[in-house]
Nanobody
């Protein structure tokens, strides 16, 4: 069993930056693929970014490519999402997710562990 807890959300002006973190417990991250998803009001939850178990492969949604960076520290059991050049459309609840696999996973159906989410609000 894996427990995931997100932190780092908040209110930021457009053009600003935030760094989200997700701390894992119950199992070391080394064997887990990790991802970030988000759900905006009135919309379905969508994929944001994913990283494989070793951190050597990453994948991003087109809407965040070039602005967001996913990274992981297996020694600290954490995964982070650095978000730069934020726009109001990035406003959402952001979720960390994990699954025991060595490949990169981009579909939310592929994940079986989820955090509770952290709110990100970008004002214009």
């Amino acid at each position: 069993q894996v427990q995931l807890v997100e932190s780092g959300g908040g209110l930021v002006q457009a053009g600003g930056s935030l760094r989200l973190s997700c701390a894992a417990s119950g199992r070391t991250l080394g064997s887990l693929a990790l991802g970030w998803f988000r759900k905006a009001p009135g919309k379905e939850r969508e994929f944001v970014a994913a990283i494989n178990w070793s951190g050597t492969n990453t994948y991003y949604a087109d809407s965040v490519k070039g602005r967001f960076t996913i990274s992981r520290d297996n020694a600290k059991n954490t995964v982070s999402l650095q978000m730069n050049s934020l726009i109001p459309e990035d406003t959402a609840v952001y979720y960390c997710a994990a699954v025991r696999t060595y490949v990169t996973v981009t579909s939310q159906e592929g994940y079986n562990y989820w955090g509770q989410g952290t709110q990100v609000t970008v004002s214009s």
